[in-house]
Nanobody, 116 residues
Framework: QVVLVESGGGLVQPGGSLTLSCAAS????????LSWYRQAPGKERELVAR????????NYADSVKGRFTISRDNVKNTVYLQMNSLKPEDTAVYYC?????????WGQGTQVTVSS
């Protein structure tokens, strides 16, 4: 059973930083790509960042390039999302996800609110 548990969300002022974590279990973590998605109120869920299993190659949504960094620790079975220079439009529920077999697996999400 795939289990993904996100943590690290909260309230932060514009320009601030947060680091999200996603602890994974139930599968061979190092064999799979991991992704962060987000969903703001009234909007569709969107891909924020992805990191591959081999080589740790990364890709990002244009809206977060240069501000967010995805990384993974294959010993701790954890994927991270370092978020800097946060903007109010980054406010959303952030989800960790992986595709072992369809349907895609999701965590429960963690709320990030960027507001003064």
């Amino acid at each position: 059973q795939v289990v993904l548990v996100e943590s690290g969300g909260g309230l932060v002022q514009p320009g601030g930083s947060l680091t999200l974590s996603c602890a994974a279990s139930g599968f061979t973590f190092s064999n799979y790509a991991l992704s962060w998605y987000r969903q703001a109120p009234g909007k569709e869920r969107e891909l924020v960042a992805r990191i591959t299993s081999v080589g740790g190659y990364t890709n990002y949504a244009d809206s977060v390039k240069g501000r967010f960094t995805i990384s993974r620790d294959n010993v701790k079975n954890t994927v991270y999302l370092q978020m800097n220079s946060l903007k109010p439009e980054d406010t959303a529920v952030y989800y960790c996800s992986t595709l072992i077999s369809r349907p895609r697996s999701w965590g429960q999400g963690t709320q990030v609110t960027v507001s003064s």
